[in-house]
């Protein structure tokens, strides 16, 4: 049974709408269309692959308390699809009980406070912090026992965890790709593939820290494809034993020309 999901706060958006015209006299051909603008926010919620948090993609109405709706979304775990082509769990519980949220006053940066009725594993605390600490207002998140923060929970956060593009995702080049990294002297691989797993591009990656500290990245690769399909954005650590790829995590995404 999905948890019922009770908000105290919303997270602000703003719709910014633009709009042209022409003179009485213009030409057809002068009459510039602007694009209806997005009445969605893609929204991260964090579930689990191999025992770390993973982000998946979802669309939040604007008009929506996006908070809220992410919790909602939490609640109702992995979609088919998330668990058998990614293997995504998720550590909450059915039984979790009604959420409270109580986000900082004043609309300032800080901690969001949440209760809830059921008792949460780590795994759980994991994906509950990362999932609200995506919006701008939230930095941490304050759980019965105690305040916890990403850095809280570096042993449940992959090595490398690409928070854009997610799987699934539509992409068009240059693939726009940024997240965190805590690996070997900062640096990683990724490759680029196509539908038969041939590979597009590939090169490597230095965050801004590593070894034991993590760091942001932010990367961008070009691609050509005569195919509209799926492909995968590959990243992984070189061993400094033997060069063998660990930390592999595959990202299919739908890249079309």
Known sequence: ??????????????????????????????????????????????????GKVWPVLREVPKKRAQANAALEFLSEGP??????????????????GTWSLLGPPGGQRGA???????????????????TLTQFPLLEAVILPDRTYRRSDLEDLTPAILVESPLSFDDVTSPVHAFGT????????????????????????????????TRGTFEF??????DFDGVGSLIVFERSAKDGSRINLVEIPLRMTE
């Open 112 to 130: 969001a406070s949440l209760e809830t009725g059921g008792r949460l594993s780590r795994p759980a605390r994991a994906q509950i912090t990362y």
């Open 79 to 96: 979609t088919a699809q998330e668990k058998n082509e990614l293997g995504l769990t998720t550590a909450l519980p059915d039984d979790v």
């Open 220 to 225: 961008t690769v070009p691609f050509e494809v």
């Open 1 to 50: 049974m999905a948890a019922a999901v009770a908000v105290a706060v919303a997270v602000a958006v703003a719709l910014l709408v633009a709009g042209c015209g022409g003179g009485d006299d213009a030409a057809p051909d002068d009459v510039v269309t602007t694009p209806a603008p997005s009445t969605t926010n893609d929204v991260r919620i964090y579930f689990l692959r191999d």
């Open 181 to 212: 990294a805590n690996t070997f002297e900062a640096t990683f691989s990724y490759e680029l593939t196509d539908t038969d797993g041939v590979i597009i591009e590939e090169d490597f990656v230095t965050a801004t820290s590593g070894t034991g």
